[in-house]
């Protein structure tokens, strides 16, 4: 895992040192992804200089640094991530150099730096990439042809922004890298602006500053040095699509019986798992005590060889707010599969502590509030291991999330009612405060006991309410899914900057996925929420500290078969993931972990009306937000009192303002 960055300068005015100093410092902001070494590499005929910032994970040695260049001297890698099939990926290269009669390789080391970078010079870009299993950003300058390539995984589980700016075209693995180039200069984008205000997270391809992208995942741009010179950007392409991988999946369903579907998943997973243990340091992983992480903790203990040494040391994050504590059913798991386990109890001040620091982290702005236990659980992680697996992805290829479960159902009964009779309800659901909702279920519990495995349910009803009034699925998914739902009160005068949800001409055929459905919803989430929101998450929240975190649900492998799993095996009597759960019942007794989700949040609601309400007040003043002009300052106004009234629960809205607010204080952008 790494950080990289550089610079191909179409005007020719920097020299060759010139351009390694800019790639240089570059790279400076991109330390924290790559504590371990850094590299340079300047093209001697001009234009172009690459920097490298590394986390060694595979061959330590001086013979896995980078840039890299090709053994045939004709491509250079400038590369972030993990090639997991690296073994295979060598042996198929060795084979296709023997067959052709072309001299074997004299590797330099093991890494996969080096193996994947043979593999694209030998089958070129997307041939090279269809052949590698991982996660990645990448650059490849193909010295000859003067092509700059980037390219990102299939999935999104690695970042990359890029520019033209100035004759200049520029990238790095996180916006700072960029703002760091020698001229840089930009504004925010309002139309981005008003999405993340939606969404609480600006995804690909587009980035808060007006002229930046993010390469979309599954991509890839090529940029000749003549097209920068002429200021052409060419439009990115897919090298794996995930409509593509929808609709073959729905189009063949696994036609077996649900135990050979779980029996073909489990092989599917056991082989991700495997081939992402491999690692030259210490590794661990991730574990909540839920669905997904449980599963693949289970795989690591049952591959992990018996001794002394066999132990899979996991980690969790626990509090002292009951509410939103899972550190006992994580030691739970733990202990049973034999696991060496630690527990962070991060009390209020640990976390209060880093609210101010997490715009920083991010880079960007970013308002899932999670980012905050998982930076922790993050760091304490990193005190004993570097690499470390997770449980991401489980949720958006399974049917986990309450939209995937409850949201076709409940559409499908709506959708006949009148609209003025849906908004009355709606009233009604908001004129309890979340707070008194949740009295109530707890005072129903000992006639209904189901009510109360409901975890926050005041919350989920005022949700609820916001997407009652829709009239068509993709606004009910849009209310389910929105921090604001009216953007426009915010941030006037714009469009939002369109989003998976506003282009069905990219949705897989109506006809294998129609709307409202369970896999409709699957796959919006996989579109956006995964790679903008879930594995931004990851990646900061990992990288600030130097710690790598894989996601075996995240093998194309497994995410391509997932869609191939019938609807029953997804969601049954009121339960989704049911092909990872009847899984997980091979390895541990249900009442470890068969209970309701329950996310992995902080009390958020209830800091802002204390602990970091003055923190909160001082970045919305109206006043400032009237100077600034990037808010109308009266709605902003209205959420902060509403949710001080403590009849609202308006942390929803009211956090991706405190986010841009906080990154605007701390990025030097002015309007």
């Not at 390469?215 to 950007?233: I, M």
């Not at 003043?621 to 629960?649: I, M, T």
């Amino acid at each position: 895992m790494c950080g990289i960055s550089g610079i191909l300068d179409a005007t020719g005015a920097l020299s060759p040192a010139d351009l390694a100093e800019a790639a240089a410092r570059m790279a400076e902001p991109l330390a924290h992804r790559g504590p371990d070494d850094s590299g340079l590499w300047a093209d001697p005929a001009g234009h172009l200089a690459l920097s490298h910032r590394r986390l060694s994970i595979l061959d330590l040695s001086p013979q896995g640094r980078q840039p890299m260049v090709s053994h045939c001297g004709q491509y250079v890698l400038c590369y972030n991530g993990e090639v997991y099939n690296h073994a295979d990926l060598r042996a198929q290269i060795e084979a296709a150099r023997a067959y052709s009669g072309r001299a074997p390789i004299a590797w330099r080391g093991h890494s996969d730096s080096e193996i994947l970078l043979e593999a694209l010079a030998l089958w070129g870009a997307e041939e090279g990439l269809k052949r590698a299993v991982g996660m990645f950003a990448l650059a490849l300058w193909d010295v000859r042809q003067r092509t700059l390539t980037l390219a990102r995984d299939r999935l999104g589980e690695k970042p990359l922004y890029y520019a033209l700016h100035q004759g200049r075209f520029l990238f790095a693995s996180e916006l700072p890298g960029l703002q760091a180039a020698p001229g840089f200069a930009a504004h925010v984008d309002r139309s981005a602006l008003a999405l993340y205000l939606r969404l609480s997270c600006v995804p690909a391809p587009h980035c808060i500053l007006a002229g930046v992208r993010k390469l979309p995942a599954g991509h890839l741009v090529s940029v000749r040095l003549e097209e920068a010179q002429r200021g052409d950007l060419p439009a990115p392409r897919p090298w794996w699509s995930l409509t593509g991988a929808v609709e073959a999946g729905l189009a063949a369903p696994f036609a077996g019986s649900e135990s050979e579907a779980q029996d073909t998943l489990l092989g599917l997973l056991r082989q991700s798992v495997r081939g992402q243990m491999v690692a030259d340091v210490p590794l661990g992983a991730l574990l909540s005590g839920g669905i997904d992480s449980s599963l693949v903790t289970a795989l690591m203990a049952e591959l992990t060889p018996l001794g002394p040494a066999g132990k899979v040391r996991t980690f969790t994050i626990g509090y002292t707010d009951a509410a939103y504590d899972e550190s006992a059913q994580a030691e739970a798991v733990a202990r049973h599969l034999g696991c060496e386990h630690t527990t962070l109890v991060a009390g209020p001040k640990a976390a209060l502590d880093l609210v101010p620091r997490l715009a920083q982290i991010a880079g960007e702005p970013f308002a899932d509030a999670s980012l905050l236990p998982t930076r922790l659980v993050a760091e304490l992680t990193r005190g004993h291991v570097t690499v470390c697996l997770s449980g991401d992805g489980g949720d958006e290829l399974f049917a986990g999330y309450n939209r995937h479960v409850h949201a076709p159902r409940l559409w499908a009964r709506l959708a006949g009612l009148p609209v003025g009779l849906r908004g009355a309800a709606a009233g009604l659901l908001e004129g309890v405060s979340p707070r008194a909702w949740d009295r109530i279920f707890k005072a129903l519990s000992f006639l209904l006991p189901a009510l109360a495995e409901q975890r926050l349910p005041g919350e989920k009803l005022h949700k609820l309410a916001q997407a009652l009034p829709a009239r068509v699925p993709p606004a009910f998914y849009a209310a389910l899914v929105s921090a604001w739902s009216d953007p426009g009160l915010l941030v006037p005068g714009v469009s939002e900057a369109p989003w998976p949800l506003r282009q069905p001409a990219s949705w897989p055929k109506a006809a294998l996925c129609p709307q409202g459905s369970t896999a409709w919803m699957q796959y919006l989430d996989a579109a956006w929420y995964l790679p903008g929101d879930i594995l931004t998450k990851v990646d900061r929240a990992t990288m600030s500290v130097g710690l790598e975190s894989r996601a075996p649900y995240l093998d194309h492998r497994v995410a391509e078969f997932a869609w191939s799993l019938p609807a029953e095996m997804r969601v049954r009597s009121g339960q989704g993931k049911q092909a990872l759960r009847g899984l997980l019942a091979r390895y541990l007794p249900l009442e470890l972990w068969d209970r309701p989700k329950m996310g992995f949040g902080v009390p958020l609601d209830a800091w802002l009306r204390g602990e970091l309400k003055d923190w909160a007040q001082a970045l919305i003043d109206p006043a400032r937000l009237a100077r600034e002009g990037y808010f109308k300052p009266a709605p902003v106004a209205r959420a902060w009192g509403e949710h001080q009234s403590g009849r609202f629960n308006r942390q929803y809205r009211l956090w991706p303002v405190l986010m841009f607010q906080s990154w605007l204080e701390s990025s030097g952008i002015s309007g």
